[in-house]
């Protein structure tokens, strides 16, 4: 069946450090992927997003690109800060499939000042 | 952008009574809505999912005497966990999503805590 396999965490690095969030999917279809972020105590906040082969997702420094020969979305960011520290979903979704959407575990992230 | 809410953000029950939680698209008609819950440091497990003016679907294993929800309207869904046990504390989260976009807006969570 489909699935989402993203890195566990928790990831610990410094403030300004590169981050990379590794996911990969299995899908019989052609999903859209996501990125969606979690802080603490709060619901989730749809990150970025890509909808085909090759589209990038960008948004708050994060980029994401869609790469169907890897079936992968890692998630990426050039210097992070301690705001970022949340936990991260990817996830998939295929339209007509059911119609939901599949997370995987979540990556907690930790920034240190 | 599309705001999700949800009310309460937190409650506390006794065991036994019954908690309703509402789910509210304020800016946008949500044809679907959907419902997860969330155990802690895990991931979302949909619990079931709505479509306004009908029955909810309910995934595996998910008690639908005992998770009540109506979507009696194009921005209003509700939750209600009939009979509460300390074994339904989580936190539960509602989504909603206008037409047939895959892009689903989540609301901020409930806290619920049974004793």
């Known amino acids: 069946g489909d699935s989402v396999t993203q890195m566990e965490g928790p990831v610990t690095l410094s403030e300004e450090a590169f981050l990379t969030i590794n996911c990969t999917y299995t899908?019989?279809?052609?999903?859209?992927l996501f990125w969606y972020v979690q802080y603490p105590g709060e619901g989730l906040q749809l990150l970025l997003k890509a909808t085909k082969a090759d589209d990038k997702g960008s948004n708050k420094g994060f980029e994401a690109t869609y790469r169907k020969e890897t079936t992968s979305f890692h998630l990426e960011k050039g210097s992070v800060q301690v705001s970022d520290s949340a936990v991260y979903f990817c996830?998939?979704?295929?339209?007509?499939?059911?119609?939901?959407?599949?997370f995987g575990k979540g990556t907690r992230l930790h920034i240190l000042p | 952008g599309a705001v999700v809410s949800q009310h309460p953000s937190w409650v506390i029950c006794k065991s036994g009574t019954s908690v309703k939680i509402e789910c509210r698209s304020l800016d946008f008609q949500a044809t679907t809505m959907f419902w997860y819950r969330q155990f802690p440091k895990q991931s979302l497990m949909l619990m079931a999912t709505s479509n306004e003016g009908s029955k909810a679907t309910y995934e595996q294993g998910v008690e639908k005497d005992k998770f009540l929800i109506n979507h009696a309207s194009l921005t209003l869904s509700t939750l209600t966990v009939t009979s509460a046990h300390p074994e339904d504390s989580s936190f539960y989260i509602c989504?909603?999503?206008?037409?047939?976009?895959?892009?689903?807006?989540f609301g901020p969570g409930t806290r619920l805590t049974v004793l």
């Open positions: 996830a998939l979704h295929i339209r007509g499939r059911d119609d939901k959407i599949i």
């Open positions: 989504s909603a999503r206008q037409g047939r976009t895959d892009t689903q807006y």
């Open positions: 899908a019989t279809g052609y999903p859209s």
